[in-house]
């Protein structure tokens, strides 16, 4: 089962200038529990890439006993992996709660990822053709999310996307505008940043890599932008999220589907996020 299904996230029309996608509400404890597993397993794939400590982390995850014994060499090697980001059972309380923010937009990363992904076909027509991938470091700097679609005449076409969480009280749409904001000030720098490296895909992406920052200035119908926030049930707006703060910040992009936005609201976000690093830490 994909992510988008776990989630029931459903895809709306064109609205108010920005279409979206919207779910979670519904999702069950069962439902967020096979969704937290699928996302620890994709944060350490992220901070192992190919490295055998990715296999010795989910042979240790699958266990039927936990280890008790924090002296195992194979243990002080996952252990590396680990606690940049999660933390360790054993960190003292203080030093576990100055990772809470940041494991907290690691996982909304990984939310927006995993249902990006599932996405193959949009309502205005585009398939998905490559994702970049999102960093395994949720302080590391640049862009959070990247996404290159083709539409029906061969054209590709990329989304640049901003990525928060919200687990306060305060108006979600601040949140939504803040990450607006700040795609708006520092797109064109993340975009130069993905150009090196990408430029050397072979072919037309490779191409596209090489022109982000042009399209982008010269606000080019082959460029666009996405917003996508992760929150609690409690902090969603009563009727659906129209992202109306995002469309007079990107004039430029008014076409259908140029300008996208998520928002998942499970029961708590946060709990989620701690229910996250519990399974990673299941794998120590």
């Known amino acids: 089962m994909t992510m988008a299904d776990l989630l029931a996230i459903s895809q709306r029309p064109e609205t108010a200038g920005c279409s979206y996608m919207f779910g979670g509400l519904q999702a069950t404890d069962d439902e967020l529990q096979t969704a937290a597993e699928i996302l620890a397993d994709e944060a350490m794939r992220l901070r192992c890439g190919n490295s055998p400590v990715l296999a010795k982390w989910r042979a240790r995850r699958n266990r039927a006993e936990v280890a008790t014994n924090t002296d195992d060499p194979e243990r002080r090697e996952i252990e590396v992996f680990v606690a940049p980001v999660f933390g360790l059972p054993d960190g003292g309380k203080t030093e576990l709660n100055k990772l809470t923010d940041h494991i907290q937009g690691f996982v909304a990363e990984l939310l927006w990822n995993r249902i990006i992904q599932d996405r193959v076909q949009c309502l205005d027509g585009r398939t998905l053709m490559h994702t970049e991938e999102i960093k395994g470091d949720p302080t590391g700097t640049g862009g959070d999310g990247f996404v290159v679609y083709e539409i029906a005449d061969g054209t590709l076409v990329f989304r640049l996307w901003e990525i928060k969480k919200h687990v306060s009280k305060s108006p979600i749409s601040a949140t939504i505008k803040r990450a ?105």
Not at 210 to 230: F, H, K, N, Q
Not at 247 to 259: D, I, N, S, T
């Open 180 to 284: 607006a904001d700040q795609l708006s000030e520092h797109g064109a720098r993340y975009l130069a940043m993905l150009t090196g490296p990408g430029s050397k895909h072979e072919g037309a992406l490779g191409q596209l890599y090489g022109e982000l920052v042009r399209l982008w200035l010269e606000a080019s119908p082959r460029a666009g932008i996405g917003v996508s926030v992760a929150t609690s049930a409690a902090y969603a707006p009563d009727s659906h999220p129209t992202f109306t703060n995002v469309a007079p910040v990107f004039p430029q992009f008014p076409a259908e589907g140029q300008r996208e936005a998520l928002l998942v609201a499970v029961s708590d976000f946060a709990a989620f996020a701690e229910r996250v690093r519990g399974i990673v830490w299941t794998g120590l």
